[in-house]
């Protein structure tokens, strides 16, 4: 068996995803071998080449590729698809607009979001909102996969591993897509998806202006920003701090959720955290059932404390 991981990367820098997305593979499907495709990208294949576990780099190098385009990339993997057992890619926005093109055309059913390798062909996954952990297995000829990556150890990124880098032909543009523009967000705060320390607020802080409470928090712990869907839809935050089943999924070592009542497709995204702290008024919110810490109060008196005694 041999597992293909599709690479999520800049064309300058390889994102953590990956590495997480490689322990799955490597797991599922033994050998390893990571395609990268972009456009002025060898400096993300050689640093995948000295990632733990790979066996082999592809290196799929063109303009066509440069800007992610989902219906290009899938191509390209389609192309180098063939003697691969299991294909992989992170579960994030990327994995999740490029595979099912894949699973489509290779006329499979892709297993998403896996939490937990069984064997080769059995994967655990989340459904109902993570209330449930499904046991799929496959009899697929192709296992097409994407990674919760976050309840995957990263493989190592510098071992000192020495795996080959073969460039491959790169696919023509398949002209369904133009890529018009990009508006790139500038955060000062660690990435959410990769922060240690995530700081998130509800709807219960009432407005956009109140959100900025949380800033002096999350700078102080050196977090990441997080918002509830309800927070978001309100206006009070922006989209891509929200956490959640149709956010982003999070497993930070500390999650403080400050006014937030704890909806099912929130918990969905952060429960998984390795400490969760809420701070709510309403003692029979949800979030207080996954909460390791709970406090009862008013945020716009806690917070100011936490602040304070954090100096």
């Not at 929200?242 to 918990?267: D, E, M, R």
């Amino acid at each position: 068996m041999a597992a293909l991981v599709l690479a999520e990367h800049d064309n300058h820098a390889l994102k953590p995803s990956t590495l997480n997305t490689i322990t799955a593979a490597h797991q599922a499907g033994g050998d390893v071998t990571v395609l990268v495709a972009g456009h002025n990208c060898a400096a993300v294949a050689q640093a995948v080449a000295q990632v733990a576990g790979v066996s082999k780099v592809l290196l799929a190098d063109a303009p066509q590729l440069g800007e992610q385009l989902a219906e290009n990339v899938a191509a390209q993997v389609l192309a180098v698809a063939s003697g691969f057992s299991h294909i992989v890619a992170p579960g994030t926005g990327f994995g999740k607009n490029v595979l099912p093109r894949v699973a489509a055309r290779l006329d499979v059913a892709q297993i998403s979001d896996i939490l937990s390798v069984v064997s080769p062909d059995t994967f655990t996954r989340p459904i109902y909102a993570g209330n449930v952990i499904a046991t799929v297995q496959s009899q697929d000829a192709v296992k097409v996969l994407t990674v919760r990556t976050t309840t995957f150890d990263a493989a190592a990124s510098s071992s000192g591993g020495n795996a080959p880098v073969e460039n491959v032909t790169a696919v023509a543009d398949t002209g369904l897509t133009t890529f018009v523009s990009r508006d790139i967000a500038k955060l000062d705060r660690p990435e959410l998806t990769a922060a240690k320390v995530v700081v998130s607020g509800g709807r219960g802080m009432g407005s956009a202006e109140n959100f900025k409470l949380l800033e002096p928090l999350a700078d102080k712990l050196g977090a990441a920003m997080g918002a509830s869907r309800a927070a978001v839809d309100a206006g009070y935050a922006p989209n891509d701090w929200q956490v959640g089943q149709t956010g982003k999924i999070v497993a930070p070592q500390l999650y403080i959720a400050v006014a937030i009542s704890g909806a099912v497709q929130h918990l969905a995204g952060m429960k998984d955290s390795k400490v969760i702290v809420a701070i709510n008024k309403d003692p029979d919110a949800p979030i207080f059932g996954v909460a390791d810490y709970g406090i009862v109060a008013d945020l716009f008196e806690t917070v100011p404390q936490l602040i304070a005694e954090l100096g």
